[in-house]
Every structure is written in structure tokens, then in C-alpha cells.
């Protein structure tokens, strides 16, 4: 990534939101490439690698979902944001499986796009040099001691419970599949409502109204997001 204009690749076959987003992301100071196709992504990517690439899942050429695939095979690891429907829940979750790394739905607010881009490109770095201390908010992970905080006061977790954070941890601010979690922390159990109870136990535990968390969020009939981590 270059240290001062961060090159974003908007894959898009509609030209008003390529606009929209040219305008409005040149605005918070990103450098804009644009691509219609599959094809011409390709092109960019080769040539002029992004930082990274908001991709709308339906191309004339190719599926959003088999270019992102080509792109993992190929090794390209930048992140990369799904634009979609707000129905596409399924299309969504099966972006995100194949290693899409956030998703918005249009119609999306500029300012909300723009803290994702930088939520994104923020993990990135933090997956090359993780910190050993999670902090956000009031809450504190120390991934090494395995001790965890809120407001000072330690809170005890059940093995299960630890593991399912940890996973939130080491991706905060990115939306994490209920079939992701399932698979890291159980080995392929289909059990949603499994994960749900569990889910519901740690906000017991960490949230000052579980009803309405603050750390732990809900993406509906996708997963689940940990508030990404403070500055």
C-alpha cells in the first residue's frame, strides 16, 4: 500500500455508481480506478495493483463471486469489499466465504463506506504485525496472558466462550459468517442456534445491555462483527 494515496478499484458494470463512488470516495481522499468488467479488472489488477477492490457480485463477463475466487487462487490478498443488494444475503455470505473481506449495501452512505475501506485496510496491517493486546473501548484482550477485561474488572469465560472472542479478536471489524465461527471453533458444526447461545453468553458478559450490543454485532442472516479496534 503507498503510504499517502490509497488506490481503491471500484468493479462496477453500472456507470452512476461508479461515478458515486469516483466523486464521493476522491472526497476522503482515495484514488479511484474503475473497472466495468471482469476482464478489465483483471487488467488493472495486473498492471496497477490496488490497495483495495469494492466489487458488485453481478459483471456481464463474470461472476463477482468466481473473479474473487480467481483473484484467491491467484494468491492476491488485498481486501476487498462487496457491494450488493440488501436481499443478497446468500450471495453475501458466500462472498465472504470465499475471502471477501466486508460488505455494504446499496444504497450505502459515503461517510459509512469510507470507515469500512479504513476498517479494512487497517486489518490488513494488523494481520502483518498483530498486536498481542486487543483494546476497544472498555474492553481488553490480552491474546498472550488470555485475560480479559472490561472497565479494569477481569471477566471469566468458559473455554468456548474465550475461543469464539479470540476469533472476533483476530478479525475485529470484519464481519465474520456464522459458518466461519462454526468451523474454526467446532470443526464444521451446521448448528447456528448453537453459536447463538454462545453469542448470547458473552454479551451477558461483556455487554452493558445485551439487548443492544456494543461490542458484539449482529450482521442479519449473515454473522457477526467485533467493534473494530481503537486508534
Known amino acids: 500500500m503507498t503510504q499517502n494515496i490509497v488506490k481503491i478499484l471500484v468493479v462496477d458494470d453500472e456507470p452512476p455508481i461508479r461515478k458515486l463512488l469516483r466523486v464521493g470516495l476522491g472526497t476522503e481522499g482515495f484514488l479511484i480506478l474503475e473497472a466495468p468488467s471482469a476482464a ?27 473473479l474473487l475466487t480467481l483473484w484467491r487462487s491467484e494468491l492476491i490478498d488485498l481486501p476487498v469489499i462487496i457491494l450488493s443488494s440488501r436481499t443478497d444475503e446468500s450471495g ?23 470507515a469500512r475501506i479504513r ?40 473455554p468456548k466462550e474465550y ?11 470484519k464481519v ?22 454462545y453469542v448470547r453468553q458473552l454479551r451477558q458478559k461483556l455487554e452493558e445491555s445485551p439487548d443492544q450490543p456494543f461490542y458484539i454485532l449482529t450482521e442479519t442472516g449473515v454473522g457477526y462483527r467485533l467493534r473494530e479496534p481503537d486508534s
Open 40 to 66: 478489465i479488472a483483471r487488467e488493472i489488477m495486473r498492471d496497477d495493483r490496488p490497495d483495495l477492490v469494492l466489487l458488485d457480485l453481478g459483471l456481464p463477463d463474470m461472476s463477482g463471486h468466481d
Open 92 to 114: 453475501i455470505v458466500k462472498a465472504l466465504e470465499l475471502g471477501a473481506d466486508d460488505y455494504v449495501t446499496k444504497p450505502f452512505g459515503m461517510k459509512e463506506l469510507a
Open 119 to 158: 476498517v479494512a485496510l487497517r486489518h490488513k496491517l494488523q494481520e502483518q504485525g498483530e498486536k498481542p493486546v486487543f483494546q476497544t473501548g472498555e474492553l481488553s484482550v490480552d491474546l498472550v496472558k488470555r485475560i480479559v477485561r472490561l472497565k479494569e474488572h477481569e471477566i471469566k469465560l468458559s
Open 163 to 173: 475461543d469464539i472472542l479470540r476469533i472476533m479478536v483476530q478479525h475485529a471489524g
Open 176 to 197: 465474520l459468517t456464522h459458518s466461519f465461527i462454526l468451523n474454526q471453533i467446532w470443526g464444521g458444526m451446521s448448528d447456528v442456534q448453537y453459536l447463538r447461545v
